[in-house]
C-alpha cells in the first residue's frame, strides 16, 4: 500500500474526528475519591469503580479535614459516608454503586451528585450483594435537598 496524499488527508480526517470522542470517553469515567486511608470499605469501593471501568484517583484524608471537604462540596452532614468521589462536575458520597454513576452523568441533573449515606451493609464495597440490606441511592439537589434517586431491595 502506497502513502498518497488523499490516503493522508482521510487519515487526518478521520483521526481529528474521533479524537475528541476519544478524549471524552477517557474523561468521562475519571473520579477522583478522598478517602481515609485506614479504611478497607473505601478501598474495596475504588476496587469495584475500576473493575468497572473508571479511572480512579485518589488521596488520603482524615478527619475534620475530610469533613470539611464534604461540606464545602455541598453535602449535607446527615448525608454523608467515609469517602467523597467527584466526577465530571459532581459529588459521589458513599458506596454508590457504578451503574447509577454513569446513569447520573447521562442525565446530568441540575444538582450536587448523589449519595448513600452510612455504609449500608451490601453496598459496593460493604460486603456481598447477595446479603445486602435494603437502601437508596439519594440525588443531592443543590439547595441541599434529597430525593430518591434509585433503591436497592434486600437480598
Known sequence: MTLTRRRVIAGTASLVTLLPLAATAQTALAIHVLKD????????????LREDGFTVT?????????????LDRGIPP????????????YVIEGHVPARDIRRLLSERPDAIGLTVP???????????????DAYDVLLIRKDGSTEVFSSYGAA
Open 118 to 132: 452510612g455504609m449500608p451493609y451490601g453496598s459496593p464495597g460493604m460486603g456481598p450483594e447477595s446479603e445486602r
Open 78 to 89: 446527615d448525608m454523608t459516608s467515609c469517602h467523597t468521589g467527584e466526577i465530571d462536575g
Open 37 to 48: 486511608p485506614n479504611c478497607g470499605c473505601c478501598t474495596s469501593w475504588v476496587d469495584i
Open 58 to 70: 485518589s488521596e488520603n484524608s482524615l478527619g475534620t479535614l475530610l469533613m470539611r471537604h464534604k
